[in-house]
């Protein structure tokens, strides 16, 4: 029996790297294969060479032994190959259901079709609105989106490339299910995350990238985590260390009864919102995204104003009314959850990108961009963060997912801010420089910045945070001392159930959460 | 009563090329390809089919002999600009040169007499209806034909995958690329239906509207059609409306210049254009409504990656 997929000797160059040298690998009907490797090792371009968005420059693909010469995307799903972008390949203007009718082979039936849309995600625990329109959808949901696109038809190949970095942890149970499934019946899944334990968990093989080669094939249901991220960076795992938080007397972030009602019906309310982040400690914001965290992160990063300036005061002045340049005056640096338009100009060079938001640190003088200063501030950042780009005149575009991330939290952090508001800072980023990027977090903290880290990743969230809030339905819940609590209690106000009044171990006063 | 008779239905066929032309550019615009040629297809279409009818064919073939004009120039800008990724802007100006060039060109043996007119359809029963029969239903076919294109596009866009299809192209051809869909072709067919569509448009002058022909006969109104578009913010209804504004205020100061008026007729010639574009400003003022009607990547060159 033929391989439902072989690739061999695969290469491709890009201007100064090449991100895939010489790869082989064969997957059989029904298997479940992982790629690994770290940020910028290749993978994603594997992926688009294999469904035709990309060419290589040399090798061969044969599917069910049949050679596939100079494919694109559509002769790939014509045989039977689906794909769940990393960076989404959604349309911004439509609704879901356009969305997904595009690709869809059924009749154009937009009734029938959302029905379907909204029974299937929610029995793949990841319930999705048919009706919104894509461009107001958070990352997470527009993840869902991807998914249930792909699960809609039948594949034969099913290539998901970081499916799950911003999925909770319900949906991404729900998900192994559908796939487990998916591949009794003998559909193929080549899956990519830099989630180890979840890899050990699905996966039957894995393919270890490293610089664009193949270093090595394991079996992760039989190798510990330890081996594979040896495999993946070729070290040791740098480890975290977390100093006790030193919180000012001050709040440098205080948001005190916050209502505002959504921009539309399909947002959320934020109903009576009221924490204070300090200087020297990091609050972490948990909740399933959709539940009014992008309503507050509006708020807060002067996306969006509110009439009552001092329902939010930074460093004890009222901000609530003030642009967003405004409050990066005043000390604020944020990192918003989409990297890709709204972090970063993808068509933009990387050094024009640290002018956007650095424009403080003498990047911008008399209103004119001073270029070598930009450029060295942004090779400052290549630097520090280990970014693997050909140098601060690559584009955003050109950089691998993680590095882009890599390099947006690092502009921020760059800044020194008084205040850091950040989304998802290890966002599809590999274990070696999630674990990096954490540390500087922390530092930054323990220097005196007051940080708000808004996840949806408890395990991220419980490593560095000293206290969480949880919000829910557009509430959010009274601090937690992590100290004091656990991911159980905090997963229990996640999905808005209220609790009783001893279990609640630290929050003060009632909690405002019903379902 | 009959002045009133004669505005309404000298408005009417005054919008009528407009709408063929800002239709078509309509579809092209949605798709993400910018053809400013409107000009120079509408002239190719007048001259070709006012050829034809003094060639001796029939009406309904020299009006085909327009669109296929049209396209045919337009094919020009649809190899320069989709194939060759020429810059939008260079290439559709390019092609309304030329197309004013060429038709001059052809046009220099058809000679200045008038030809006989497309004649208005006699419905039975309704043509003879008074009022209602001079008002709405003793129009040449191209005028019924316009209407009926208006409805086909806008059913077309909103309602059919094709067009969501083509308006999704129009947001992100990358996008479009990434799920399957052959972008370069999908616009090759978007240009080429434009440019038959401004062919008629011209044809509709040319047969028409005024039946001789004068070099340059389209006086600017491939580039109103282009500007009917854009300040409709993309939207088919608005196109329309647009259409008969400029067709209404076009026959108003033409009456006003007929009766005598007190104000330079420069000032009466300039109102069609300034009214339309006022009103139109005046309805799109809606921030986010546009954004959702702009086809984002607009006049931007795509090649899919390698
Ligand atoms: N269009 C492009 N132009 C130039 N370089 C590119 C382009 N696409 C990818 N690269 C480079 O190729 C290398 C591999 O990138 P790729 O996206 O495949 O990495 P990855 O393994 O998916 O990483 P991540 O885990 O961060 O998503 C990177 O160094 C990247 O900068
Ligand atoms: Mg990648």
Not at chain 1, 271 to 280: A, H, I, Q, T, Y
Not at chain 1, 430 to 448: W, Y
Not at chain 2, 188 to 204: E, K, R, T
Request: aromatic content about 6%; overall charge neutral.
């Amino acid at each position: 029996m033929h391989p439902r997929l072989e690739l061999r000797n695969i290469c491709k160059r890009y201007p100064g790297v090449v991100a895939n040298d010489d790869v082989s690998l064969a997957i059989q009907p029904g298997e479940i294969h992982a790629v690994l490797g770290e940020n910028g090792a290749g993978k994603s371009t594997l992926m688009k060479i294999i469904y035709g968005a990309a060419q290589a420059d040399s090798g061969e693909i044969f599917c069910d032994g049949n050679p596939v010469a100079a494919h694109n995307p559509a002769t790939s799903r014509a045989l039977g190959i689906e794909m769940v972008y990393q960076h989404f390949a959604l349309f911004e203007s439509v609704s879901v259901v356009e969305n997904i009718a595009l690709s869809a082979s059924s009749a154009f039936h937009l009734p029938s079709l959302a029905e379907k849309i909204r029974e299937l995600s929610l029995r793949y625990g990841m319930p999705i609105d048919p009706h919104r329109q894509v461009h107001d959808l958070s990352v997470g949901e527009r993840q869902r989106v991807e998914i249930v696109r792909c699960l809609l038809r039948t594949p034969k190949l099913l290539i998901l490339d970081e499916p799950t970095s911003v999925l909770t942890p319900q949906a991404v149970v729900k998900l192994f299910e559908t796939l487990r499934q998916l591949a009794a019946e003998g559909c193929s899944i080549v899956y990519i995350s830099h989630k180890l334990d979840e890899v050990q968990e699905l996966c039957d093989t894995a393919t270890v990238l490293r610089n664009g080669k193949v270093t090595g094939t394991a079996r992760p249901k039989e190798t510990t985590s330890l081996e594979l991220a040896r495999m993946m960076v070729g070290s040791k795992l740098p480890e975290m260390h977390v100093s006790p938080p030193v919180p000012s007397e001050k709040p440098v972030l205080e948001v005190t009864n916050l209502s505002v009602k959504a921009r539309d019906h399909f947002g959320v309310d934020l109903k009576d919102v009221s924490f204070d982040v300090r200087g020297g400690e990091i609050v972490g914001l948990a909740g399933v995204s959709g539940n009014g965290q992008a309503e507050l992160i509006a708020l807060l990063s002067g996306e969006r104003t509110h009439g009552r300036s001092d329902a939010i005061r930074i460093s004890g002045t009222p901000a609530a009314g003030l642009r967003a340049d405004e409050r990066r005056k005043l000390g604020l640096a944020f990192v918003p959850e989409e990297r890709l338009g709204r972090g970063a100009v993808p068509s933009h060079t990387l050094w024009e990108n640290t002018v956007l938001t650095a424009h403080r640190s003498g990047t911008v003088r008399n209103g004119l961009v001073d270029r070598r200063k930009a450029s060295a501030f942004a090779a400052g950042i290549i630097d520090r963060f280990k970014v693997k780009a050909n140098g601060p005149a690559s584009t955003a575009q050109s950089l691998s997912g993680g590095n882009l991330q890599k390099f947006i939290v690092g502009r921020e952090i760059a800044l020194q801010p008084k205040l850091l508001l950040v989304s998802q800072p290890t966002w599809g980023v590999d274990v070696g420089a999630s674990a990096f990027i954490r540390q500087t977090i922390v530092d930054l903290s323990r220097a005196g910045a007051a940080v708000l880290v808004v996840s949806e990743e408890l395990d991220e969230l419980f490593e560095i945070c000293d206290r969480l809030l949880v919000i829910c339905q557009g509430r959010v819940s009274p601090p937690l001392v992590r100290k004091t609590t656990d991911r159980e209690e905090v997963g229990l106000l996640m999905t808005g159930r209220t609790m009783s009044k001893d279990q609640m171990a630290s929050g003060s006063g009632d909690v405002a959460l019903q379902d | 009563m009959d002045l009133f008779i004669a505005i309404f239905t000298g408005t009417i066929i005054a919008a009528t090329p407009l709408i063929f032309a800002a239709l078509g550019e309509l579809v092209v615009e949605k798709s993400g390809v910018l053809n400013l040629g409107i000009e120079g297809m509408m002239l190719m279409g007048a001259a070709l089919a006012f050829w034809a009818v003094t060639a001796g064919y029939s009406m309904p073939a020299a009006i085909l002999a327009g669109a296929l004009a049209g396209a045919a120039a337009s094919l020009l800008f649809g190899v320069l600009a989709l194939t060759f990724l020429t810059n939008q802007y260079a290439a559709g100006l390019a092609l309304a040169i030329f197309g004013s060039g060429v038709s001059a060109f052809l046009g220099r043996g058809f000679g200045s007499e008038p030809i006989e007119a497309l004649h208005g359809v006699d419905f039975p029963v309704l043509s003879g209806l008074p009022l209602i029969g001079p008002l709405l239903f003793r129009f040449d076919p191209m005028v019924y034909l316009a209407l009926a294109m208006f409805v086909a596009i806008s059913w077309f866009l909103y309602r059919t995958k094709a067009g969501l299809v083509l308006r999704t192209i129009g947001e992100s051809p990358q996008t479009s690329h990434a799920i399957g869909y052959p972008v370069i072709r999908i616009r090759y067919m978007a240009v080429l239906f434009g440019g038959a569509m401004a062919g008629l448009a011209g044809a509709y002058l040319s047969v028409a509207y005024t039946p001789l022909w004068v070099e340059n006969m389209t006086a600017g109104k491939g580039w109103i059609a282009l500007a009917l578009v854009v300040f409709a913010t993309w939207r088919p209804l608005r196109i329309l409306l647009g259409a008969w504004l400029f067709g209404g205020m076009t026959i108003l100061q033409l009456q006003g210049q007929a009766l005598g008026l007190e104000v330079p007729s420069e000032l009466l010639s300039a109102l069609p254009y300034l009214a339309t574009i006022i009103v139109l400003v005046l309805i799109s003022r809606n921030r986010q409504m546009l954004a959702l009607h702009f086809p984002a990547s607009l006049a931007k060159p795509f090649r899919p990656a390698s």
